[in-house]
């Protein structure tokens, strides 16, 4: 039987650009897919690009990042606690260093991709997988008609065209496998009416083993944890 | 009814239009800029009036005006910009206006952090503004619970002609959980035969005012919310307990930092040390009576008061339990949040003392 995992995260693809709305999940994809490229040996990078949030953004990660070889691209110093709209200089490395593989992370909405249309004239001719992730449970995507309106509106700010979706309808620590199917089902439905295909189904790892049957499967172990659950790490 | 994923200060804003919110003013600080983003295009659609005021003082005098107009009104801030409301607060306190107050604390003092705090209790529940006041005020520790009390606080401005707090820290209103909406029971909106809105026949004129100039007559306005607040205490406190019947220790702790006690306390079980939560759902009025009973009990070695901040509930716990148990208080401020293995350190080192002094 092919191992249909190896096929995910795609080898011919430089650079990753992860957005969408509010709370689908952006973070949490964008940290599993660098570790995840990292860990088949890839020199990768990610960039936190998220203008929007004040808590929860992927530079949290630093320690995890640095210990697992991915170079984090994020403001420095106090400007990494800060709510400032802050464009890390170092940005540019990820659009000249043609060995890094890098995930960009940005924030929700189209105010989130507006950090990185400055860059997106630049990306064009680097041709990114632009995915936008898709969380059924939240009100921006609970229908495929508001789903494709976030999508277009964030597309319009961006400045690039979305090039495939991720399926990652959770509820957090609420989540199980038939949400998981529910929220694939839906990420087919808005695949049939856009017209881009489905990149990858994002589960939790303890659900991957019911959800054999979705492909591509991306299992991620949760990192964006808050003090009070199981898997904090402290 | 299906599960939503929300954001906390999106589910504040909705379950206060819910709860018949129709008038929202406020300006930005973060972290809870979501909940005026959010009211910005919300309320237009549910027919009501969202104001970026100029500044906090401002937003809080338009509420003044709009709750004196019968209104359902609110504004939301975090610590440095509730600070700037205190004046309003007590004004709202003073003419007896129902609103609604949400807090998302953040480090402090002065402009500090963005990140959580919970510094700002002592304000909250000692000193909203100046004069003999007070105000309600809610602590949730959930985003489902800030949702449900966005609707209490409307009910309870309106019953007692009060404003109401919400105090939350930072982390209730960035992070994401599951929520239900639930489907509330249909009272009828609450009868302002005093709010201002045009005499309509009605021979007299409705003054509002907090100025009452003879002082006799403004002391007997201050006894008569005394005696407001004494109905208020018997009737509308409220708190949560965990595991505390039989404790060894118990933990308070309000808001977020409950559940890391929580997660200390479920730590502890597994060596075999019942460490009871005790968590207070109304910080105004605080439920002594109920924490008192719970440290009488024979088991009950000691207290631990966990905050983010230096001490400030640890007033209240002291109050509640007296000479009765050795209380203690472990804390993290400015913007750091306490780890649940720091509390069980804590928590491990009070046992070996209490034990030790016999």
Redesign the interface.
């Known amino acids: 039987m092919a191992d249909l995992s190896a096929a995910f995260p795609p080898h011919d693809v430089r650079i990753f650009v992860i957005l969408g709305a509010y709370g689908a999940g952006k973070t949490e994809f964008s940290v599993n897919l660098a570790l995840a490229l990292a860990a088949r040996g890839r020199r990768t990078a990610l960039a936190d690009l998220d203008i929007v949030n004040p808590y929860f953004r992927s530079r949290e990660k630093s320690a995890l990042l640095a210990n697992k070889g991915v170079r984090l691209i994020a403001p420095q110093g106090e400007l990494r606690d800060a709510d400032l709209p802050v464009i890390p200089a170092d940005l540019r490395t990820l659009l000249d260093d043609t060995g890094l593989t890098g995930v960009i992370d940005l924030g929700g909405d189209p105010a989130g991709a507006r950090a990185l249309a400055a860059f997106s004239g630049d990306l064009l001719s680097l041709h990114p997988a632009v995915w936008y992730v898709l969380n059924r449970s939240r009100f921006e995507n609970a229908d495929a008609r508001r789903a494709i309106q976030s999508l277009q509106g964030i597309q319009a700010v961006l400045g690039l065209r979305v090039t495939g979706l991720v399926s990652n309808t959770h509820l957090l620590s609420d989540t199980d496998a038939a949400l998981v199917r529910e929220g694939a089902a839906f990420a087919g439905e808005v695949a049939v009416l856009t017209g881009l295909p489905v990149a990858c189904h994002a589960v939790r790892d303890s659900l991957a083993p019911e959800l054999a049957d979705l492909h591509p499967l991306f299992p991620m172990t949760l990192r964006m944890n808050r003090p009070w659950e199981d898997n904090w790490e402290d | 009814m299906q599960?939503?994923?929300?954001?906390g200060n999106?589910a504040i804003a909705e379950a206060a239009v819910r709860a018949g919110c129709r008038a929202y003013f406020g300006y930005p600080i973060?972290?809870q800029n979501e909940i005026p983003e959010y009211m910005s295009h919300r309320m237009p659609e549910a027919g009501g009036a969202f104001v970026q005021a100029e500044s906090e003082i401002a937003a809080i005098n338009m509420v003044y005006g709009a709750a004196a107009a019968g209104v359902r009104a609110m504004t939301s801030s975090s610590s440095p910009g509730i600070s700037l409301k205190q004046e309003g607060i007590s004004y709202l306190i003073g003419a007896q206006l129902p609103a609604v107050i949400v807090n998302m604390m953040r480090g402090g003092p002065g402009l500090g952090?963005?990140?959580?705090g919970q510094a700002d209790y002592i304000q909250a529940t000692r000193s909203p503004g100046h004069g003999d006041g007070h105000m309600i005020v809610l602590a949730p520790s959930s985003i489902q619970e800030a949702a449900d009390l966005m609707a209490d606080a409307f009910d309870l401005a309106d019953r007692y002609r009060t404003p109401v707090m919400v105090l939350a820290d930072?982390?209730i209103g960035?992070?994401?959980?599951?929520i239900e909406w639930k489907q509330r029971e249909g009272k009828p909106p609450a009868e302002k035969p005093w709010a201002v809105t045009g005499r309509e026949g009605d021979g007299k004129t409705h003054v509002i005012t907090s100025l009452r100039l003879k002082s006799d007559s403004n002391e007997a306005f201050v006894l008569s919310l005394a005696e407001k607040y004494r109905q208020i205490e018997a009737a509308e406190t409220r708190f949560e307990e965990v595991n505390c019947q039989g404790a060894d220790v118990l933990i308070a702790a309000f808001g977020?930092t409950a559940?890391?006690a929580?997660?200390a306390a479920r730590k502890l079980e597994k060596e075999g040390v019942k460490a009871g939560l005790f968590r207070p759902v109304t910080v105004w009025p605080y439920p002594y009576g109920a924490l008192r009973r719970l440290a009488e009990q024979e088991s009950v070695k000691a207290v631990l008061t966990v905050e983010m901040n230096l001490g400030q509930m640890l007033y209240d716990v002291r109050l509640a339990v007296m000479d009765r148990k050795p209380v203690y208080f472990y804390g993290r401020t400015g913007?750091m949040?306490?780890?649940?293995?720091?509390i069980a350190d804590r928590v491990r080192e009070i046992l070996a003392e209490v034990k030790k002094n016999g």
């Open positions: 599960k939503e994923l929300w954001k999106e973060t972290p952090t963005i990140q959580p930072g982390m960035q992070m994401m959980e599951p977020t559940r890391i929580l997660s913007g949040v306490p780890e649940p293995a720091h």
